[in-house]
């Protein structure tokens, strides 16, 4: 449970994710998703309430949680005045990544941006930088995944890898993703959990939902 | 809501209340009509009593808000931060007198009515400047983040209280190598009980006007928590 | 993957120091910033030509302090700006790591200031001056950095979400600073024009190093709550 205020942004949430999943959260403007996936992802403290990430229980093992979490959201959290190689190599220092260079330049390969890793990510278009936050957020192969709206940013070659990293998770790894795009959500989830005015409204497995009942379904529950 | 009707908070403000009247009065007494006057400086010196009891609780209530905001950073219980938060307050109404009659003093003293020499002094008039900027930082935030750097700000604050203290008193050391007691006369014994008595006074005055405070805001919150019920129930 | 703090704090200080050398905004202010300072107290006190020697130190800190504002303000500039604070905030970094890369950007920027505006002071304040003496002054600043740099990294995250950042910032951190004006002034007071008095000169040193200590555990024992949202 979450308070801003009097306002009770987030109230009464119960989420398990396990290995290999992906949850899809939905819901209208101001429901609560991001403060539920900021909590999750240590930036925010809950007011009341437990939070466990991957054995770490909040607040107090933090440090042990982040270490596991990758986060994207809306920005792409990167140093503009820096550039993408910059940039990665800053990351792989604070994660204490071994053979950093390796990795920098893996990461940036997959995200299509060795070409321009000596270029400031201020040059970047807004996809472009955000495809280097994505490749940030995974340079250290984190265990959980947390996105907040990722695709907002994304252009097209963006949007297609991060299809495939949502679809290719395995067993080791579970993805929490925030978003309002009902179709992508459950296309890409294999569970959905909907949140209106903070409190949980659904929580079902994908497997069942059809997509333009599912639909139907979701425009009735946020009326 | 049981908050409402409590009156357990009512009759400790009550007690102490009557208590510390008491013990205000008995001290006004003991330092106007018993103390003797001081040969060189008459009734004024008499305002030295109040002047270091006044000081003394203005430094209590500044580690009180200091201690409150370390147990409100342990635990995020709001009532620390109300708690801190009024002692700021009263430490800086406090701080506002202890240089008021700390000019007065200076004026029967060395006959001007500020002196940047007296370390006693100097710090009240920083620590007015700290403090308030406490009320200013409030002010910019809401909700917990205000709480929270409340908190933390009120400690380090205390912790400039005694820097502060010595910077002018180590600044002044230099200049004037014989440090001279600017307590003024040596008390005699037979006025540090009057001393002991308006110490604890003021000490009382503090606790009064705490509670006081604490017991003014609960009603407000419940007053808001009725209106509201009313507004959503119409 | 083992993060270790030494390398977490290498490589912060570093990006901070490569910002500002690309960017360099702030330094460049600062340093203009204290130049016209000191002319404003030239010309504010000493326009009848009268020997400001015994004032110097006050002058060079009262410019210092004024200026420290400044790049203390600067200092989450870059997190606040580009948006990145949730990056950093969300990596496994020790939040006192953090505070300490702050405390190193802050110190470098001051001892940038500093090289320019000691000289500078004993030029336009101080008459028969000795270079020997600026050395001396020059080891104040070293240890009045530390305390201003941790005091200041701290309040800057206090002001940091403020609207009224830029006026919250100075009302927070001069009164302060006032325990470091005084005594570094005074020690810069106890070895410049002429009169030597190293006992003196120590005893305010000690002083700062004793603020800068206990400010020190002023950050150790609330930085963590700082972010804590």
Redesign the interface.
């Known amino acids: 449970m979450r308070r801003f205020g009097e306002r009770r942004a987030v109230d009464r949430v119960d989420v398990d994710l396990a290995a290999g999943e992906c949850l899809a959260v939905l819901g209208p403007n101001g429901a609560g998703k991001s403060t539920l996936l900021r909590m999750v992802a240590t930036l925010l403290r809950p007011d009341a309430g437990e939070i466990t990430v991957c054995g770490a229980r909040l607040p107090d093992e933090a440090g042990d949680a982040r270490r596991a979490i990758g986060y994207l959201g809306h920005d792409p959290l990167v140093y503009l005045d820096l550039t993408a190689r910059q940039n990665l190599e800053l990351y792989a220092d604070l994660y204490g990544l071994d053979d950093p260079r390796d990795r920098v330049d893996a990461a940036l390969d997959r995200v299509g941006l060795l070409a321009r890793s000596f270029d400031t990510a201020r040059t970047f278009s807004r996809g472009m930088a955000q495809r280097l936050g994505l490749a940030r957020a995974l340079l250290h192969e984190p265990v959980l995944l947390l996105l907040d709206e990722p695709y907002a940013g994304l252009d097209a070659a963006g949007a297609r890898l991060l299809d495939g990293v949502l679809a290719d998770l395995g067993p080791e790894r579970a993805a929490m993703m925030v978003t309002h795009e009902v179709e992508r959500g459950i296309r890409l989830a294999g569970r959905v959990l909907v949140l209106r005015a903070g409190r949980p409204v659904l929580s079902e497995p994908t497997s069942e939902a059809d997509g333009a009942a599912f639909r139907a379904r979701y425009e009735e529950l946020v009326a | 809501m049981s908050s409402t009707t409590d009156a357990r908070p009512a009759r400790r403000l009550a007690v102490t209340g009557v208590v510390t009247g008491a013990l205000l009065a008995l001290s006004v007494y003991g330092v106007f009509f018993v103390a003797p006057e001081d040969a060189d400086q008459g009734i004024i010196q008499k305002i030295f009593y109040f002047h270091v009891a006044i000081a003394m609780v203005a430094l209590l209530a500044f580690l009180v808000a200091a201690i409150e905001g370390i147990r409100y950073l342990r635990d995020r219980d709001p009532r620390h931060d109300e708690v801190s938060c009024i002692c700021v307050g009263i430490g800086l109404a406090f701080s506002v007198l202890v240089v008021i009659t700390g000019s007065i003093w200076a004026k029967a003293s060395w006959g001007t009515w500020w002196v940047w020499t007296d370390p006693r002094l100097v710090t009240f008039v920083i620590v007015l400047l700290l403090y308030a900027a406490y009320f200013v930082l409030r002010s910019s935030a809401d909700g917990e983040r205000q709480a929270r750097y409340s908190a933390i700000y009120s400690v380090a604050a205390f912790a400039s209280v005694p820097l502060s203290f010595y910077s002018v008193r180590v600044a002044r050391s230099f200049v004037h190598p014989v440090v001279f007691n600017q307590d003024g006369a040596n008390m005699p014994d037979s006025m540090l009980a009057w001393f002991v008595v308006g110490q604890i006074a003021m000490i009382g005055v503090f606790l009064t006007i705490l509670q006081l405070e604490l017991i003014q805001r609960r009603a407000d919150r419940a007053l808001r928590r009725v209106k509201a019920r009313l507004e959503a129930a119409a | 993957?083992?993060?270790?703090w030494p390398?977490?704090l290498?490589?912060?200080l570093l990006?901070d120091l490569?910002?500002e050398l690309?960017?360099r905004d702030t330094v460049v202010a600062m340093l203009l910033f204290s130049v016209v300072a000191m002319m404003i107290f030239q010309f504010a006190v000493g326009s009848r030509g009268d020997d400001l020697t015994d004032v110097a130190g006050g002058i060079l800190w009262a410019t210092l302090a004024l200026t420290a504002v400044l790049g203390v303000g600067r200092s989450w500039v870059?997190e606040r700006e580009?948006?990145?604070l949730?990056?950093?905030?969300?990596?496994?970094?020790?939040r006192l790591v953090l505070l300490a890369s702050k405390v190193g950007a802050i110190y470098a920027y001051l001892l940038v200031v500093e090289v320019i505006a000691v000289p500078l002071t004993a030029l336009f304040f101080i008459r028969n001056g000795q270079a020997a003496d600026l050395l001396l002054v020059g080891v104040v600043c070293l240890v009045a950095n530390l305390g201003i740099a941790v005091?200041g990294s701290?309040?800057a995250c206090?002001?940091l979400?403020?609207?009224?950042r830029e006026l919250?910032l100075p009302?927070?951190f001069?009164?302060?600073m006032?325990?470091?004006v005084?005594?570094a002034a005074?020690a810069v007071h106890?070895v410049a024009g002429g009169t030597n008095?190293l006992a003196?000169y120590r005893?305010?040193l000690l002083?700062l190093g004793?603020?800068a200590v206990?400010?020190g555990?002023?950050a150790y024992?609330?930085y963590d709550?700082?972010f804590?949202?």
């Open positions: 993957m083992t993060p270790s390398r977490q290498r490589a912060l990006k490569r910002l690309r960017t870059p580009q948006r990145v949730d990056g950093i905030l969300v990596a496994p970094i020790p005091l701290l309040l206090l002001a979400f403020a609207r009224a919250l009302v927070l001069l009164p302060s006032l325990p470091v005084i005594a005074g106890s008095d003196e005893g305010y002083f004793v603020y206990i400010f555990l002023v024992a609330t709550h700082v804590d949202d």
